[in-house]
């Protein structure tokens, strides 16, 4: 049972908004949240902000059919979708048995994108505790923009967690209702 005793917030943006949801980290979050997330509930919740303007999906494309009925699903929501390719790395061999990780990074697409709207914007979300984007998270809050992680127990790096000033660090279940 949910904490009762857990403040809700509402998000105080800064100006025009872009979201950043890095699927693959997301997703993970499914155990720590107690259900899988929904790409929809995410649109639907932070749609409602009049200042954000654009919510992007960045996502492997795969070869399979679910994967392409995901990214259909997805695309119909209205988000701005991101893919490229799935790669399918060997992580081991048990038994002549090839063991293979579905792999798709965005992390440098991401950074790319946000640099290419960092005039267009004044605040920026992201959907990922990864503690590779540090370096983008400081050097956007020199820019005197406003940062903000939503992430999940569990799923923030350290070194997102270290940075005091500028980043607002929030959780997904603790956003309320605007």
Not at 1 to 7: L, P, S, T, W, Y
Not at 10 to 33: H, M, Q, T
Not at 90 to 99: C, D, F, P, T
Not at 111 to 133: H, P, R, S
Request: glycine share 6%; proline share 2%.
């Amino acid at each position: 049972m949910e904490n009762e005793n857990i403040k809700k917030q509402v998000l105080k943006l800064k100006g025009k908004d872009a979201d950043f949801i890095d699927w693959a980290n997301v997703y993970g979050w499914r155990d720590s949240l107690k259900h899988e997330p929904n790409p929809k509930a995410i649109f639907d919740y932070f749609s409602s902000y009049k200042e954000i303007e654009d919510i992007r999906f960045y996502y492997g494309e795969d070869l399979n059919d679910q994967s392409r009925d995901f990214l259909k699903s997805v695309k119909k929501i209205g988000l701005t979708m991101v893919t490229k390719p799935v790669k399918h790395i060997i992580v081991g061999k048990v038994e002549n048995i090839v063991i293979k990780k579905r792999k798709a990074d965005f992390d440098l697409e991401i950074g790319l994108d946000c640099f290419e709207n960092l005039d267009k914007y004044q605040a920026f979300i992201f959907f990922t505790g990864d503690g590779d984007f540090v370096t983008l998270y400081r050097r956007l809050i020199e820019k005197g923009k406003q940062v903000i992680v939503i992430f999940e127990p569990g799923h923030l790096g350290n070194e997102v967690w270290s940075i005091k000033r500028g980043l607002f660090k929030t959780q997904l279940r603790y956003l309320d209702k605007k």
